[in-house]
Every structure is written in C-alpha cells, then in structure tokens.
C-alpha cells in the first residue's frame, strides 16, 4: 500500500486557553488527537507525511487553526468546513496545584465530522496509520460513531494500523454502560492500545496496569501492542502473549502543566514505532516527549 500519510489522527482540535496568571491565558489550539499528532510530527522525519482529519467552521479562528496546523506541517486538506459551526474551546485554570478544565464544545464543527461515510473513506485512504481516541468518538452521534469506525476498518484492511487511545471523558457521554461498551468495541479491533491507568481504574475497575495490559490483550485476543501510562509511576508494555514489561518513568524536577502528557507520550510512542523502533524503544520516546510537555503550559509547547 502506497501511504498519502504515515499517520492520521483523527478528532476535535480546540481552540485552549493556558496559563492564567492575574487573568492572563495564553491562547492556542490543542484537542487529544491533534496534541499526538503534532508531537509525532516534531519527531518524525519531514519525509512521512501527519495529516489531521476533523470539521471546523467558516470563522476567522477557524481559519487560525488550519493555518496553525499547516505552519506545524500537519496536511490538513481533507479537514471539513461546516457553514454556521464553529471551534470547541477550553481554559485551563491552576489551582491548589491542579489543573481544572471549563469546556464549551456542545455546538462545535467536530461533531459534524463522520456524517457522510464517502468523506470518511477518502480521507482515510492511503493512511499507514490512523489513530483516534475515546473523544473522538463520544462526541459524534451514535450513526456517525458507526460509519467514522467502519471506514478506519475499511483502511485497516487495506493495510492501515489502527491505533486508539481509550481516553475516557464520562462527561462526553449520556449513559456509562454505553461509553464502556463502545470503548471496549472500539479497541477490541485496534493494533496499538494506549490506555492510561486512572482512567480504566475509575471506570473499568481494574486493580493495577497489569490488569489493564491482559483485558484489552484478552478483546483484541492477542492481536494489539498495548501500552498503559500511569502519570509518573512505571509503564506497563504487552506485545501479544509475551511478558508483560515494566518501565520505569525519570522523576521529572518541575512540573508546570501536565496537560497533555498522555498526548505527547502517545506521539513519541507512534513516531518511534513509525521509523522502526522496537515498543520498549518507543516507549522511552514517549516518555522523554511526555517530561518535556509538562515543563510548559499547555498541552503543546510553543
């Protein structure tokens, strides 16, 4: 398969507000899928080619964004425009040495992005990896959930790694049952899991990484790379039935803002994978690009 990308990532880019020091934010553009791809794209040689695939509006901030992401060098020509909709935003506040989150998302382009199936398989086409996560997917509607998934199987079987971060945002979702199913459906079909331990803990009950590591093996029978993160503790790595590895992580000296820390692992992670490195090499990647995020405000830094 010839790739018009070596990797797609697909999902919301939002418009954040960061830092707000005596009311001052910074602001950028960051999102799940988007932050893992353009720290793939920083890592990766300029030969591989990172598109983002999302919806944004006709707007001027819209117009911000695609330029944003073409002076990341991130192809973005398959991104929609959707008339009368415009970017999802964000402001991060620290407090008490915690971040804290506001959303306003409810009306955003993004929801918008996976309700024509033809759209969907041309973007997705020629992908030699397409990664998503459980964001992407709990803010479309139940159908265009189905048709976004059943063209990335359609890539997959055209030779297309698919690749899923679970990242599991209960307020995105109206029943619970309903978001674990779906998380579990979607990564049950995935070559690369990258799920981080609280998350499952809180919501799936799993009582260490190393039980996270032998669920998802046990959905994807064997089949997934799966990579749980657990903040600044260890790094638990399972490739199909072997061992389960365990990696440590550095203590990092200063930590301004972790947001995005589980993103840019992520990206490392990918781009190490992308160029032929092993998963317990790529796994230092992703932890050595995680320990830079997080001496800066905001999830990408600039």
Not at 93 to 108: A, K, L, N, P, V
Not at 168 to 189: F, G, K, Q
Not at 209 to 232: N, S
């Amino acid at each position: 398969m010839t790739s018009r990308f070596g990797l797609l990532s697909i999902g919301e880019c939002m418009v954040e507000l960061s830092g707000g020091e005596n009311a001052l934010y910074r602001q950028g553009f960051a999102g799940d899928t988007l932050n893992t791809a353009w720290h793939a794209r920083a890592a990766l040689p300029p030969e591989i080619p990172v598109g983002y695939f999302t919806a944004v509006g006709m707007d001027s901030m819209s117009d911000r964004m695609l330029a944003f992401l073409q002076q990341a060098g991130i192809t973005h020509d398959s991104i929609l425009r959707i008339p009368g909709r415009r970017p999802g935003l964000y402001m991060i506040d620290q407090r008490d040495g915690d971040r804290h989150f506001t959303y306003w998302r409810e009306t955003s382009a993004a929801r918008l992005m996976a309700e024509d199936i033809d759209v969907l398989h041309a973007a997705f086409a020629g992908a030699a990896y397409l990664y998503l996560s459980g964001i992407t997917l709990a803010i479309l509607s139940p159908e265009a959930r189905a048709q976004l998934f059943y063209a990335a199987r359609v890539a997959q079987e055209d030779g297309a790694k698919l690749v899923f971060d679970p990242n599991i945002r209960p307020a995105l979702w109206t029943d619970a049952a309903e978001m674990r199913a779906v998380i579990e459906d979607a990564a049950s079909c995935c070559d690369i899991i990258l799920p981080s331990f609280d998350d499952e803990a809180t919501h799936f009950g799993d009582q260490s990484p190393k039980d996270i590591c032998l669920r998802y093996q046990r959905l994807t029978q064997g089949r997934a790379e799966i990579v749980v993160r657990d903040g600044g503790r260890p790094v638990h790595l399972l490739c199909a039935f072997k061992d389960i590895e365990v990696i440590p992580v550095p203590t990092v000296a200063r930590v301004v803002d972790a947001t995005g820390a589980g993103d840019s692992f992520s990206g490392g992670y990918l781009a190490a994978r992308m160029i032929g490195h092993t998963p317990l090499e790529a796994v230092a990647a992703g932890i050595t690009t995680a320990a830079q995020v997080i001496g800066h405000h905001g999830a990408i830094p600039l």
